[in-house]
């Protein structure tokens, strides 16, 4: 590791320490820096340095000068008698103070400033070391340093930190929590700690792993991904949740400490958002082993206050022996002699003096050194003839010391110059973190002036600390600085009255509004609360509606809520002519919000309150699309609502002469009339009439896509499959409702490709989703589709393997919304059973589905007639051929008051099957007949070959060997082209094939050659 004077160079963590200070540096000024300590003692051009560090892009070389200008003054350089760079002009910059080399195990002997200043805390910083060692060994380890503001914990984390950072191959991430209402970025903490870890993207192997291993991470990264990767990697991430998310992390994690340790750790957590708590349960609660170790720390008082669940998840943790706490107490008094000796050593000070610091601190460390820095400044403390004495007996001290931390700091404030004093109070409304740039508008001084006072503050450790450069849009850096401890910040942002306080935060959000870009999101919410205490709400309300976009982007729509909740509230602060406009998009984005995460029932209260707004204010074309919302999140769970919220619309909608939109209303009713009530022509015409105007709209958003969704999988039910193909083609781009979309389109798409009888590439997509669904975490995905897949093996005589997959299934199928994949689930479940020749489970399974189809949901008519037909069939299997003509008939008066094609046939082929076991041969002609005049005038691939099957059966029996003969080649035809949808080598091809019905078909032919 490279050093020169107290500094050091950090290049695993991109920054620069001076003694147990980190000073961040924006990646660019640190590389600099970097280049010119790495080649120390000559003189480095402009150009070299452009060719090394921009090597294909252009750069003005201004730039140049102006991180130099920001490196020096971290460094604390002066231009006339420079002591680390030297600038030649025109001609480039050198390096001239000494660097050195300092080896790992040299720095492992040599204890930091921070070690030797920090005085007691000898077992806590053993058990954070004893903890690490356990980690090294693989056992992942969760501890919490904890205790009150100012009490050490920082330093002790800074101390052990450093130590840590000397074992080899050990990777350390720190993540900061930030306070603020809007300040709860979701996983802010990781985030940041990520980014340290994947800088050097091209041949970082924490990046690699990332990229492969956690793709809804690696999108938070957007300008690493390579353009020619995105759109797989959108597509990879369709309908990911924050299950998925969670996990990937923890996996990722898991991977990179196969190779070195990670010692991660996060700040602060009394401020922690929601998202960064999941995160930490679920690494704590992993079993795997990890060489990997998470340390937090947080404020026991300010985790009540912020209302944090991270106390239950601690106490939950620590009963489970998952984590460990450790406790900081107050210092004691010897700890303060021992401070007094470090920072005064060969000093003849008087006992009391520790003493007496004691009794004012109370042994609050932060306290304690203020004291300290207090009466050194008052020069009560001096260094005579090397040694450190006072100047004062020790009972003069004791009045001059205030009471409170709070008063010491007062006081001092009020010593500064009123133009110090205005520059802390502008950057204490920028947070514990301001650069000059940010405050210059509200203070009407000139940059340098600023720069200049807050130097001289730094130097004399008043108040603040520089703290690195910050790059400006305009692409040149300005001096950023900090305050010593955010209790400094909070005493000044106190004092100010709140008009003034109000404006301060007005100008600082007109000025970093410019820094906001799409690749600093989490900027949005800094935002919104400078606008909010500004009382510029339109704009807080804005800013706060792009802090929940970005909580989404991160699949983190439970974050979302209470911040579009937040701008709900502050919408009633708005002038009136906007008002309702506003309330109204955000009432949409929380009825969203929750859609996407599943919670229906919330997502419906939302849309109804959007539209008794809209209504209440006669915004009638809103209120029609709220209609529609609402119509589609009832509908799961109550079909009557969700019909008559649709149907609402259509007569709102007439009044709006907008035909498309007349047309966009009444094709949701019409679906939604079809799939969860019943069978009307009138609507299957609305249906086909409309959707080729539906088709043109392009399907960018979510409610679009549900107009093309839903008439399309109705159109299934009339035997027309293009339009539920074409569906899934248009919409797979729509994202923001986490995957529901991509999902629905799937499963029609799914639905046709079965009565298509494509079965190969059935097998493949339903794969890639049940794959996804279950890394989702979603329970319902999983079941609809694997239900789906069940269904695929019943048709292929895979009974041993679809009455598996039922078993996993069914006992997920839960609730309202669960009802259609437990219908669909069922019904394999029964023809699995029947297969096997279970016709007792059979009959279960069949007649469970016919009692759930007394009341209404999605396709409940549908599943009722296939109920019908299973009973039928197992009926007629088991010799009660009363029962199976009963169902038989139930069978084919459903079908024939649909219009599905597939449904028809198979009943009058049902038809036929009861007829020839009941001997009433003009009966089982006249069915047959029927049946096959389905296929002649309708393609239906998926059971042609079983109806060509029975009339060959049929005709056999009337010994009309010719007709026979004809229907077996038909079916003999439709069997080859289902076996040859599937892939030569997927086992159910030969399953099919090998089947007994399909082998007699076979067996037959090879009879007649
Ligand atoms: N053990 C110690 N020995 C000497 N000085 C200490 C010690 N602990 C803390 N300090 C001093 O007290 C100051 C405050 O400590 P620190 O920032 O670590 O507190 P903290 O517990 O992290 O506070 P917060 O909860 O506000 O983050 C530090 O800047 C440091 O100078
Ligand atoms: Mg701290």
Same mark, same amino acid.
Request: proline fraction near 4%.
């Given at each position: ?229 995105? $759109? ?199 947070? $514990? ?45 300005? +001096? ?243 339009? +539920?193909?074409?569906? $899934? ?118 007649? $469970? ?161």
């Amino acid at each position: 590791m490279k050093s020169f004077h107290s500094f050091r160079l950090d290049p695993p963590n991109q920054c620069l320490w001076r003694g147990e200070q980190r000073i961040p540096l924006t990646p660019k000024a640190f590389d600099v820096l970097r280049y010119l300590v790495e080649h120390h003692g000559r003189l480095v051009t402009q150009g070299e340095i452009l060719e090394a560090l921009w090597p294909e892009t252009y750069v003005n070389p201004e730039l140049i000068k102006k991180y130099i200008l920001g490196i020096r003054k971290v460094l604390g350089d002066q231009h006339d008698k420079p002591v680390f760079i030297e600038t030649f002009p025109k001609r480039g910059y050198q390096f001239v103070a000494p660097v050195r080399d300092d080896t790992a195990a040299e720095l492992a002997e040599v204890p930091s400033e921070t070690e030797r200043k920090m005085v007691g805390r000898k077992a806590a910083l053993a058990e954070l070391q004893r903890s690490l060692s356990k980690a090294l060994r693989g056992n992942r380890q969760v501890i919490f340093v904890t205790g009150e503001a100012g009490i050490g914990k920082t330093t002790l984390v800074d101390v052990f930190h450093q130590w840590a950072a000397r074992r080899p191959n050990l990777r350390v991430a720190r993540g900061q929590c930030v306070e603020g209402f809007g300040g709860k970025e979701a996983y802010y903490p990781m985030l940041e700690a990520l980014g340290q870890l994947i800088r050097d993207s091209d041949n970082n192997p924490v990046a690699q792993i990332l990229a492969k291993r956690a793709p809804t991470w690696w999108i938070q990264f957007p300008s690493l991904v390579k353009a020619e990767k995105r $759109e797989a990697l959108q597509r990879e991430i369709l309908g990911a949740t924050r299950e998925r998310m969670v996990r990937e992390i923890c996996e990722t994690l898991e991977a990179i400490t196969a190779d070195n340790p990670l010692l991660l750790i996060f700040e602060d957590l009394h401020w922690v958002d929601d998202s960064t708590l999941d995160l930490m349960s679920a690494l704590a609660r992993r079993r795997e082993p990890a060489k990997f170790m998470l340390l937090g720390t947080y404020r026991p008082a300010d985790v009540v206050l912020s209302k944090t669940p991270l106390k239950g998840l601690k106490q939950d943790l620590q009963v489970h022996h998952l984590c460990t706490e450790v406790a900081l107490e107050r210092l004691e008094e010897p700890a303060i002699a021992e401070y007094l000796a470090t920072q005064f050593p060969n000093g003849s000070l008087p006992g009391g003096l520790a003493k007496l610091i004691y009794r004012h601190s109370g042994g609050n460390a932060l306290f304690m050194v203020e004291i300290v820095q207090d009466i050194v400044k008052k020069g009560l403390i001096v260094q005579a003839r090397g040694a450190w004495m006072l100047t004062k007996p020790l009972k003069d001290i004791d009045p001059g010391v205030p009471e409170t931390l709070q008063q010491m700091l007062d006081l001092q404030f009020s010593h500064l110059s009123a133009e110090e004093q205005r520059i802390l109070n502008s950057g204490s409304v920028v947070g $514990e973190r301001f650069s000059v740039w940010a405050v210059r508008p509200t203070l009407g001084m000139e940059t340098d002036r600023i720069e200049d006072l807050l130097e001289g503050l730094a130097e004399k450790e008043q108040f603040v600390r520089s703290a690195g450069l910050q790059e400006l849009p305009d692409g040149s850096v300005s +001096a950023h600085y900090e305050f010593k401890h955010s209790l400094f910040r909070q005493v000044l942002y106190r004092r100010l009255s709140s008009i003034s306080r109000s404006k301060l935060h007005r100008r600082i959000g007109d000025q970093l509004r410019l820094l906001y870009t799409q690749d600093r999101p989490e900027l949005a919410s800094e935002l919104a609360l400078h606008f909010e205490e500004g009382h510029e709400y339109e704009h807080a309300i804005r800013y706060l509606l792009l802090t929940a976009e970005s909580a989404q982007h991160r699949f983190a729509h439970g974050d979302a809520i209470p911040v579009l909740r937040h701008a709900h509230e502050l919408v009633q602060k708005i002038a009136s002519n906007i008002r309702v406009e506003m309330e109204i998009q955000i009432l949409k984005r929380i009825g969203d919000a929750h859609y996407a995460l599943g919670q229906v029932v919330e997502a419906s209260q939302a849309y109804q309150a959007e539209v008794d707004r809209a209504a209440q204010a006669r915004l009638t074309k809103e209120e029609v699309s709220a209609l529609s919302r609402l119509a589609y999140t009832t509908s799961p769970t109550d079909s009557h609502l969700g019909i008559a919220a649709s149907e609402r619309a259509v007569e709102l909608s007439k009044s709006l002469g907008d035909p498309t939109l007349l047309a966009r209303t009444r094709i949701l009713a019409a679906a939604f009339r079809l799939l969860h009530d019943r069978w009307r022509k009138e609507d299957a015409e609305i249906c086909t009439t409309t959707i080729a105007i539906i088709e043109q709209l392009s399907a960018k958003d979510v409610q679009v896509a549900l107009e093309i969704l839903y008439p399309a999988q109705a159109l299934i039910l009339q035997g027309q499959y293009r339009f +539920a193909l074409n569906a $899934e083609d248009k919409v797979r781009n729509v994202t923001g409702s986490s995957g529901l979309i991509g999902n629905l389109g799937a499963w029609g798409k799914s639905l046709a490709l079965l009565h298509m009888g494509q079965l190969g590439e059935l097998v493949a997509t339903l794969r890639t989703l049940i794959d996804a669904a279950e890394k989702n975490g979603n329970k319902l995905w999983f079941c609809a589709f694997g239900g789906m897949e069940a269904w695929l093996r019943t048709l292929a005589f895979d009974f041993q393997g679809a009455r598996k997959l039922c078993d996993t299934v069914l006992p997920m199928c839960t609730g309202n919304p669960g009802r259609t994949p437990r219908a669909v689930t069922l019904l394999s479940a029964g023809d699995a059973e029947l297969g096997l020749g279970n016709n007792q489970e059979a009959v279960h399974c069949f007649s $469970e589905v016919k009692s759930m189809t007394n009341e209404q949901f999605y396709m409940y008519w549908y599943w009722r007639m296939r109920s019908a037909r299973g009973l039928a069939r197992t009926w007629l299997e088991s010799g009660n051929i009363a029962n199976a003509r009963r169902e038989a008939d139930c069978f084919l008066q459903t079908a024939l008051s649909t219009a599905d094609p597939n449904m028809q046939a198979l009943a009058w082929e049902m038809k036929t099957r009861v007829a020839i076991a009941e001997k009433d041969w003009t009966l089982a002609g006249e069915s047959i007949q029927a049946a096959l005049a389905v296929l002649e005038e309708r393609e239906v691939p998926m059971c042609a070959w079983c109806v060509h099957a029975t009339a060959w059966e049929f005709y056999r029996l009337q010994k009309n060997d010719e007709s026979a003969e004809r229907h077996r080649v038909q079916a003999e035809t439709g069997i080859h082209t289902l076996a040859r949808s599937f892939p030569e080598q997927e086992p159910l091809r030969a399953i099919f094939l090998a089947a007994d019905p399909v082998r007699r078909i076979l067996g037959a032919a090879a009879a007649v050659k």
